[in-house]
């Protein structure tokens, strides 16, 4: 790409209107990303939200372009996968009682850099994991598809603010007012905590996630809750205490294997079987609707529209062509060099990790990073924690580093894999629906760096407003995957339990079962999980009207109701983790007034 056509494609496309709007709701997802993500025990992807808000809004200032909205809505995610490395791993300091041990300085180095390494990262594997490859990055074509719709109109939007209303005043009203209880049909189960959470986010969650999924998460609820917990105790196998720790052994098992099982399916026989294959040159270029390589169909077009023909290339072909544009141009090597040089002087002095132990998470960040882009390139599933515990293993075995330590570098690598795939999604967003490569990863710094600073404040306003005490199993914030890294770190429960979890959500993966579910339903307390099967059920419910308003008045209805129902899920998620920030901050607020 040459210079002038950088600039204009910055002015075309990045614009101050967008810039200051993707700067606050970047504040905005990002602080609801950690609340949610702490929560939750997940962290949905919030590309659609961030695409509809992004178009409503700026048309609001009569902006209509979908690559200036593309942008914006790329600025306004970017903290968001930043925010759930550090709530995926963090909190365990706390978790095993070394918050004493940690400052909010340390934590923000742990995020900027992560952030560094996983904004490199980007910049160098974006040719070969989007314009030279088959991997489809569901998310990213999926917010392609919304902005390339254009529906985001006056109705969309009042229907997207007005159900973010709903859900913030539901807070309001049960954790400020107190008017309504956290759970509802509560039944005294020794060992299951039964009931149902009055969280309209919680619901969205199961709405969103969906049937199969959410069936596997009760699968792994009930198991856990009346096999393991009432049924083996009630035989005499164990003890209640005892079952607990087979319990979130188990569990903790299912998701790691799981993680395992996407590195082992999705990224190790894929690149096996490119490599074995007869003839095959080492890097080609694959259609994204044609299939094989080399075979015709459209690169980075819609399915239906003129698209340019796919021709298969060698490696010298692909790095020699100057058909596409390329990060990896002259005037942005230097500032590449800057990040890396930058996120290993953090290490090494701010975090004071040896020169030994930065040098490998330099190198197994990008390692990572490509793993991570081919897991979400191919089932839009970002096991970020896993490849952060991977590597906090691998450290722990040839140095001495501390648990603390040890939870920096599953922070840093959790923040750059989570970064990775959010941007990889995006830039085949942008691929799609032709936004410059170079305009969105500046959009993505952009976005990436306020989200790092703002994760680290609403942390530490969430530590400040309920103590460390509130993270945990059975805590306010259940904080499922920092449980998970905190266990790996102190010591597991039940040894043969958690193995057989691991290789059990290893084979699970690899035969199609969704094991991260059927682990997060063992692990997490029962009325969480029995909350998110009502939301599925709703889900349910919402499919059979779908049905029937598809016979009735065909496909475009049903359309407009899928694009209603995502809206309002998306809407009610935003809304309750937003005011539940809102109140935290309140309460830090207060709490310094005296």
């Not at 030279?132 to 969309?156: N, V, W």
């Not at 969105?440 to 306003?461: D, S, Y």
């Not at 306010?476 to 010591?491: C, K, L, Y």
């Not at 099967?533 to 407009?560: C, H, I, N, Q, S």
Request: aromatic content about 6%; overall charge neutral.
């Amino acid at each position: 790409m040459s210079e002038t056509g950088t600039r204009a494609g910055l002015r075309g496309q990045l614009s101050a209107a967008g810039i200051v709007i993707g700067c606050i709701g970047c504040v905005v997802i990002t602080a609801s990303s950690v609340y949610t993500a702490l929560k939750m025990g997940a962290l949905p992807w919030p590309t659609i939200f961030t695409s509809i808000t992004a178009l409503v809004l700026l048309r609001a200032v009569g902006r209509t372009s979908l690559n200036e909205a593309n942008i914006t809505q790329v600025i306004m995610s970017a903290g968001s996968m930043v925010a759930g490395g550090i709530a995926f791993t963090v909190p365990g300091i706390w978790i095993l009682g070394l918050g004493v041990e940690v400052s909010w300085w340390e934590m923000l180095a742990v995020a900027l850099g992560g952030t560094l390494l996983g904004l490199v990262c980007t910049a160098l594997i974006r040719r070969r994991f989007v314009d030279e490859s088959d991997l489809e990055y569901p998310i990213g074509t999926a917010a392609a598809e919304t902005l390339l719709a254009s529906k985001a109109g006056g109705r969309t939007g009042r229907v997207l603010f007005g159900s973010m209303a709903f859900a913030g005043a539901w807070c309001v009203v049960r954790d400020v007012l107190g008017w309504i209880p956290s759970l509802v049909a509560v039944l005294p189960i020794p060992g299951v905590s039964f009931g149902i959470q009055a969280s309209p986010m919680r619901l969205s969650v199961g709405f969103l996630v969906g049937g199969r999924s959410v069936a596997w998460w009760m699968v792994g609820a009930v198991l856990a809750a009346f096999g393991i917990t009432v049924g083996g105790t009630a035989v005499g196998l164990w003890d209640l205490s005892t079952a607990q720790g087979i319990v979130s052994s188990l569990g903790m098992g299912l998701m790691m294997g799981s993680g395992f099982g996407v590195v082992l399916k999705d990224i190790v026989l894929p690149l096996f079987s490119r490599t074995a294959r007869p003839g095959s040159p080492a890097l080609e270029q694959s259609c994204s609707h044609g299939g094989a390589t080399g075979a015709s169909g459209s690169c980075g077009t819609r399915a239906g529209e003129p698209g340019r023909a796919c021709q298969s290339q060698t490696v010298d072909d692909a790095l020699n062509s100057t058909t596409r544009p390329s990060l990896k141009k002259p005037g942005l090597r230097p500032l590449l060099v800057l990040f890396v040089a930058s996120a290993a002087l953090i290490c090494c002095f701010a975090l004071r990790l040896s020169p030994v132990v930065t040098a490998a998470i330099v190198l197994l960040s990008f390692v990572t990073a490509i793993m991570s882009a081919q897991s979400v390139g191919q089932s839009g599933i970002d096991p970020m924690e896993i490849f952060g515990l991977i590597v906090l293993l691998f450290v722990a075995a040839f140095s001495s580093t501390t648990q603390v330590q040890l939870f920096f570098v599953a922070g840093i690598i959790a923040v750059a894999c989570g970064l990775a795939g959010d941007v990889m999604s995006d830039f085949k967003t942008g691929q799609i629906i032709g936004t410059d490569p170079r305009t969105l990863w500046v959009g993505q710094v952009i976005g990436a760096l306020l989200g790092a600073v703002v994760a680290v404040a609403v942390m530490l306003a969430l530590v400040a407003a309920y103590g460390t005490d509130a993270f945990g199993a059975d805590a306010e914030f259940i904080a499922a995957q920092a449980n998970v890294v905190a266990t790996m770190v102190a010591g597991i429960p039940s040894v043969p339990s958690f193995a057989l979890g691991l290789v059990g959500g290893t084979l699970l993966y690899c035969a199609g079962v969704p094991a991260m579910m059927l682990g997060l339903g063992v692990y997490l307390p029962f009325y969480m999980s029995l909350t998110t099967g009502v939301g599925a059920l709703a889900r349910v419910a919402f499919d059979r009207v779908r049905k029937a308003r598809v016979a009735r008045d065909g496909e475009a209805a049903a359309k407009e109701l899928d694009e209603a129902g995502a809206v309002v899920a998306s809407g009610v998620l935003g809304g309750e983790s937003i005011v539940g920030v809102i109140i935290a901050f309140a309460s830090v607020a207060s709490g310094l007034m005296g």
